[in-house]
């Protein structure tokens, strides 16, 4: 079985300051991860996926994610935040055996005060 | 290309009405799911789909959801008798083949049992 926390519910940075969501998982096969962002009324969209290559994993606006097996951690972080960073922030865990359903944690609601 | 897109983007329907969800995937992309997003349970896998084979029902919180996808194709999930507790968001995701199993999500059915 799989299982994703994320630790945080609300995160509120100012404008500039450091970005970071924290995401644990939980996995009996070695596991592959996301990280989704959704803004108001859309769908999800893939910042950055881990899939057993380079364990710091580059991803799209800025941000990147850091694969720590030790810690079973896959936290997402942005240097310096911008306004349109808010909004909803998915972490999920699937089996590296081949294309098979999404395990979400609970989301981040990440808030950008100026 | 066009990405995932779904229909209706908002439904509202009275307890006990049957409704029908309709996903259009990424032309090629073998793979299809659906999740369900809601307040009180984020996050949740209902159905997948890969290629001719049997399809992963393992997420269905019911005998009244069900799902088919015709041609290898265009998905229909169907909610017979919705109750209250259907309300949520529905998103449809696809995939292709490679090793990453990177899901693509469209904007989602709205759907709102009265």
């Known amino acids: 079985a799989q299982s994703v926390t994320q630790l945080g519910s609300h995160v509120s940075v100012s404008e500039g300051a450091l970005v970071l969501l924290r995401c644990n998982y939980s996995s009996s096969v070695p596991p592959y991860l996301f990280w989704y962002v959704q803004y108001p009324n859309q769908g999800l969209q893939l910042l950055l996926k881990?899939?057993?290559?380079?364990?710091l994993v580059k991803g799209i606006n800025g941000f990147e994610a850091e694969f720590k097996k030790s810690e079973t951690s896959f936290h997402l972080t942005k240097p310096s935040a911008h306004m349109r960073d808010a909004a909803e922030y998915f972490c999920a865990v699937t089996s590296i055996q081949g294309a098979q359903k999404l395990v979400f944690g609970q989301g981040t609601r990440l808030t950008i005060n100026p | 290309g066009a990405g995932v897109s779904q229909s209706p983007s908002n439904k509202v329907t009275e307890k006990g009405k049957d409704v029908e969800l309709r996903c259009d995937p990424i032309s090629g992309h073998t793979a299809l799911y659906w999740y369900r997003q809601s307040l009180g349970q984020g996050l949740e896998f209902l159905i997948y789909?890969?290629?001719?084979?049997?399809?992963?029902k393992s997420g269905l919180p019911s005998d009244r959801f069900s799902a088919e996808r015709t041609g290898g194709s265009v998905s229909t999930l169907t909610i017979q008798r919705t109750q209250q507790e259907d309300s949520a968001v529905y998103l449809c995701?696809?995939?292709?083949?490679?090793?990453?199993?990177?899901?693509?999500f469209g904007p989602g059915t709205r759907l709102t049992v009265t």
């Open positions: 995701a696809s995939s292709g083949t490679g090793v990453s199993w990177e899901q693509y």
């Open positions: 881990y899939t057993s290559a380079a364990t």
């Open positions: 789909f890969q290629g001719n084979s049997a399809p992963d």
